[in-house]
């Protein structure tokens, strides 16, 4: 008899997906930066504040390194990097659909690029749980304090006696 078994892996990822942000009336590079920061953190905002927005990197046919910002005609496209962690998925591919349709349901009529998926290193069991005994172990001390801070305090007929 065979048994088939498959382990089902789940992790974190950190995505990264590049968003072209449409700008108009601009004249610099840099005012059209800080409007399309602003503008797409409006779009995100109450909901995904947990995305964080960094200006996108784009080179040209040769090679060479180019603004962010293209303008013509007083309007700018600016390339922005999206970066936001999915939590337990079990494929790259699954994070980045996830990232796409989260970003992509409040950034509309803004074409996204998946630039990329990278799992998240998990922290080690032993620093969670000395921070969670650490935390518990508090709740202790306290118990203990205000027990000591009975006996040091006097009692009210004691008070009422001495005066």
């Avoid at 503008?39 to 995100?44: A, F, P, Q, V």
């Avoid at 947990?50 to 005609?73: C, K, Q, W």
């Avoid at 796409?100 to 998240?120: A, C, F, H, T, Y």
Wanted: charged residues 35%; aromatic residues 4%.
């Amino acid at each position: 008899m065979l048994v088939d078994v498959q382990f089902h892996c789940v992790m974190d990822c950190r995505v990264v997906v590049e968003a072209a942000v449409p700008v108009y009336d601009v004249e610099t590079e840099d005012e059209a930066i800080r409007i399309a920061i602003s503008k797409t953190g409006e779009m995100l905002n109450p909901d995904l504040n947990y995305v964080e927005i960094n200006m996108g990197s784009r080179t040209g046919p040769s090679g060479e390194e180019l603004p962010p910002a293209f303008i013509a005609a007083d309007e700018a496209l600016v390339a922005l990097e999206l970066e936001m962690t999915v939590f337990n998925v079990e494929q790259d591919e699954h994070a980045s659909r996830i990232a796409r349709k989260e970003i992509g349901q409040r950034l509309e009529n803004i074409p996204l690029k998946v630039v990329s998926v990278d799992p998240v290193e998990e922290e080690d069991d032993e620093e969670s749980e000395e921070r969670t005994d650490g935390r518990g172990g508090g709740d202790r001390s306290e118990a203990t304090a205000s027990d000591d801070d009975d006996e040091l305090l006097p009692e009210f007929e004691e008070l009422v006696e001495d005066s």
